[in-house]
């Protein structure tokens, strides 16, 4: 009788000690937060939004003229050259001369930095008018500003663009002295512009592949030079490339190469012999640009220009070839 | 007494096992919600949690952000990468976890690298750090996941995805302060105490009160049916009076029921002198010639102890258990017969048949008014002699009525077969009745079933002789 009491009087004791330990014992929580993983910064999704709200700047200042609202969403050579594309459209009172920045897109190259600038790329759709398909650069100054449209060339048509790193990785930027590469893109895009200046002469034209810009300017000029000819006014065609100070916005390719997108700004010259010859605007655009000037013997008309190239790794036989441009007349003069 | 202690202690644990069951469901239950607070620490106007802290409790958290009135707050989500770089340089309050389950640790949000500059700069940058003019505002940013803002109190919730999300709440605009955070996880309640206590207190509380009921019992019968200890007579006197009563009750309510306490209770026998006596008799009345008189016949003591399924530990004689309920059923014949062919059943039962002496019945019956208790032991000893055979076929018409008919007829005939004739008229004496013997048999089942439950619990009537 008394061994079954102390017994029973154990157990109850165990019960209650066991649920009353049970109850104040649980243990709190720590943090367990996932190791990082190496992962763009920039979410496929939030890529997304960030070409909505860079799409509806874009459109909505393309209605209401309002140049001064594009600063929101875009930045450096893109907002330069878009307030250009405006104005020019504008004087033209058409919209030709606007660049198609719808942002349907096809692929995107996103970051994989932490630090701040961000750039991510994408590349559009072709678009309605058939035109080719644009590359846009997005870039992100710090991590206070927004994503806002930094550039954007016209693809040639035919290229074949490089191989990226899946965008759910992200592509790691390349500095502009990178040593990695063929040329380091600061240095890749000075040579460009030596070879747009002067074609074949440069003593940098072995580096890079004949391409449709060079070829433009040859065709371009020659035909600009036989017009004036014609009129036995001893015509001469010049252009002049040279990159603007805004740096260079590269990305690692999947071969360890790099897509380079710079901007430069380029001013081609006609000139005629200077008695009895007079020239004018050679085009619609720069004819609208031109308004009520005297003409003279001189068209100089400033471009803004954006070049997107490939630079190979340093240890690749290939050339450095140009994927795209945007060539936009800024202004004319008499000289 | 002990045995008292014992139930209410059982009784008492086993409330308190259901109660307690219940409890940690109810009153006891933890909450749904585990909700903490994270109050800042003065500095800046941002706070920011550590990775995994929104995931603590559960992937689902509801943030609540307070500033004081009228002024505006910021909540955004955003990887951690994106969200100190988004800080920067300015000063912050980290949540770096649970300080307890209702509080959150904050700690001074450590700036990336700005430790070397600070030591050069040390004043301006703490000058820059304690109060910004202004507090800037995260809203609207590309990098956030998610995001909301609003006067005074916004809340925002989350559930969490693969990576490293924070949450970034600041203060916004002039005099800005860093805003109170309070994070709430809902938290999967399970109340593993319940059934385990409700059960097993169930359980106590039933032992408990079966052993209460036994307790009774025996000091019912302790307390009539001896006098030795002290311990049970001075119990005994402040509870008998009750207690009679009940039998009383019990004895003049219904023959079957006026039978237990017959069995149950021959302690009316064993102590006339208290009124138990006097509830007896109106009991017996109901069945008038047959049990009375076979119980009066015998002492009181061996009775009792047979009632109470003694008569197994005595002697060895367990069969004869039965026998005497048995008795009762000859209830025409005299009383004095039926008991003999009860006790005499028994021993054939154990010994078998093997001898069919028949001729010694006649003059054997007579002689076993005592079969009761001390009786039966003394029997066996006779039963391999001729006379205790021949006994058994008398006895077996009697018992026949009762449960083992078909053997008992069979044994019975043989014993006919082989007796002499002499047996013959005894036999016949006890056959003719037939009624009385489903009677008989009602009363034993309950003294019976007690004696099988008290060897059960271990509560055998030797407590009340120990």
């Given at each position: 009788m008394k061994r079954s009491t102390t017994r029973t009087t154990a157990v109850v004791a165990t019960v209650l000690a066991t649920g009353l330990l049970a109850g104040c014992a649980e243990e709190l929580p720590t943090p367990k937060p996932e190791a990082p993983v190496a992962a763009a910064v920039v979410t496929q999704s939030q890529e997304r939004e960030i070409l909505d709200k860079v799409a509806e700047v874009v459109g909505k200042v393309e209605k209401t003229k309002d140049a001064d609202k594009l600063a929101a969403r875009l930045d450096g050579p893109a907002l330069s050259i878009r307030e250009t594309q405006l104005k020019v459209a504008d004087a033209r009172g058409d919209k030709e001369p606007l660049t198609d920045l719808s942002m349907e897109m096809q692929q995107v190259i996103l970051p994989s930095d932490?630090?701040?600038?961000?750039?991510?790329?994408?590349i559009t759709v072709q678009p309605k008018d058939l035109t080719t398909p644009v590359l846009m650069a997005f870039n992100q100054a710090t991590a206070r500003d927004q994503y806002k449209l930094w550039g954007w060339v016209r693809l040639l048509p035919g290229v074949t663009m490089p191989q990226f790193a899946e965008a759910d990785l992200g592509s790691p930027a390349v500095p502009e002295d990178d040593e990695s590469l063929k040329v380091t893109p600061k240095d890749a895009i000075k040579q460009y512009a030596s070879v747009l200046t002067v074609d074949k002469k440069s003593k940098y034209a072995d580096n890079f592949a004949d391409d449709d810009l060079r070829q433009f300017f040859r065709d371009y000029g020659k035909l600009q030079v036989e017009a004036i000819n014609k009129e036995e006014c001893d015509g001469s065609f010049k252009v002049e490339y040279e990159p603007t100070?805004?740096?260079?916005?590269?990305?690692?390719?999947?071969?360890?190469?790099?897509?380079?997108?710079?901007?430069?700004?380029?001013?081609?010259?006609?000139?005629?012999?200077?008695?009895?010859?007079?020239?004018?605007?050679?085009?619609?655009?720069?004819?609208?640009?031109?308004?009520?000037?005297?003409?003279?013997?001189?068209?100089?008309?400033?471009?803004?220009?954006?070049?997107?190239?490939?630079?190979?790794?340093?240890?690749?036989?290939?050339?450095?070839?140009?994927?795209?441009y945007e060539h936009v007349p800024s202004s004319v003069s008499n000289g | 007494m002990v045995q008292r202690i014992l139930a209410t202690l059982l009784i008492l644990a086993g409330l308190g096992g259901i109660g307690y069951g219940v409890a940690t469901a109810t009153v006891l239950r933890e909450s749904d919600t585990v909700v903490a607070t994270a109050t800042p620490s003065g500095d800046g106007t941002m706070v920011v949690t550590e990775p995994g802290v929104l995931g603590l409790v559960d992937d689902q958290v509801t943030v609540r952000a307070t500033v004081p009135e009228g002024q505006k707050v910021t909540l955004a989500l955003g990887s951690d990468v994106d969200v100190l770089g988004w800080v920067g340089d300015d000063p912050y309050d980290s949540v770096t976890g649970l300080?307890?389950?209702?509080?959150?640790?904050?700690?001074?949000g450590t700036a990336p690298a700005t430790e070397e500059g600070a030591a050069d700069g040390?004043?301006?940058?703490?000058?820059?750090?304690?109060?910004?003019?202004?507090?800037?505002?995260?809203?609207?940013?590309?990098?956030?996941?998610?995001?909301?803002?609003?006067?005074?109190?916004?809340?925002?919730?989350?559930?969490?995805?693969?990576?490293?999300v924070v949450l970034l709440a600041a203060g916004v605009g002039k005099d800005a302060e860093a805003p109170t955070l309070e994070l709430t996880w809902p938290r999967p309640v399970t109340t593993p105490y319940l059934w385990p206590g409700v059960l097993g207190g169930g359980l106590l509380l039933i032992i408990g009160v079966f052993i209460a009921i036994g307790a009774r019992r025996n000091k019912n019968r302790g307390s009539k049916?001896?006098?030795?200890?002290?311990?049970?007579?001075?119990?005994?006197?402040?509870?008998?009076?009750?207690?009679?009563?009940?039998?009383?009750?019990?004895?003049?309510?219904?023959?079957?029921?006026?039978?237990?306490?017959?069995?149950?209770?021959?302690?009316?026998?064993?102590?006339?002198?208290?009124?138990?006596?006097?509830?007896?008799p109106p009991a017996s009345p109901v069945l008038p010639g047959r049990g009375q008189a076979a119980r009066n016949a015998p002492e009181p003591e061996p009775d009792q102890s047979r009632s109470w399924g003694a008569p197994a530990p005595f002697g060895g004689a367990a069969p004869i258990t039965p026998p005497p309920a048995a008795e009762p059923a000859p209830g025409p014949a005299p009383a004095p017969v039926a008991a003999p062919a009860a006790s005499i059943r028994g021993i054939r039962r154990r010994r078998g048949q093997g001898s069919g002496a028949a001729p010694a019945d006649p003059t054997q019956p007579p002689a076993q008014p005592t079969p009761f208790g001390g009786a039966a032991p003394a029997r066996a000893p006779m039963a391999p002699e001729a006379p205790a055979p021949a006994q058994?076929?008398?006895?077996?018409?009697?018992?026949?009525?009762?449960?083992?008919?078909?053997?008992?007829?069979?044994?019975?005939?043989?014993?006919?077969?082989?007796a002499a004739t002499g047996a013959m008229p005894t036999v016949p004496a006890s056959e003719p009745e037939p009624e009385p013997a489903p009677e008989a048999e009602q009363p034993q089942t309950p003294s019976s079933r007690a004696a099988a439950w008290r060897q059960t619990w271990g509560v055998t009537g030797n407590d009340g002789g120990n």
């Open positions: 932490q630090e701040w600038p961000r750039s991510s790329f994408a100070k805004d740096s260079v916005r590269a990305v690692r390719t999947a071969d360890g190469g790099a897509l380079v997108v710079a901007s430069m700004v380029s001013q081609e010259t006609i000139t005629a012999k200077e008695e009895g010859c007079e020239i004018g605007p050679p085009t619609k655009t720069t004819k609208a640009l031109w308004g009520d000037a005297d003409v003279s013997n001189v068209v100089e008309v400033n471009y803004k220009d954006m070049v997107a190239m490939y630079v190979p790794p340093k240890d690749s036989k290939d050339e450095i070839s140009l994927v795209g | 300080s307890s389950w209702e509080t959150l640790s904050v700690a001074p040390e004043e301006t940058a703490d000058a820059s750090a304690e109060k910004p003019a202004s507090g800037p505002d995260p809203a609207g940013s590309d990098m956030w996941i998610s995001e909301v803002s609003g006067e005074t109190t916004v809340s925002l919730r989350w559930t969490e995805e693969p990576g490293r049916g001896r006098t030795p200890s002290a311990v049970r007579t001075r119990q005994p006197d402040s509870e008998l009076p009750r207690r009679d009563a009940v039998f009383g009750v019990d004895g003049d309510q219904s023959g079957p029921s006026g039978h237990e306490p017959g069995g149950g209770l021959p302690p009316a026998l064993g102590d006339p002198v208290e009124g138990g006596t006097a509830v007896f058994a076929a008398p006895a077996a018409p009697a018992a026949s009525d009762k449960p083992m008919t078909r053997r008992e007829m069979r044994m019975r005939d043989q014993a006919q077969r082989r």
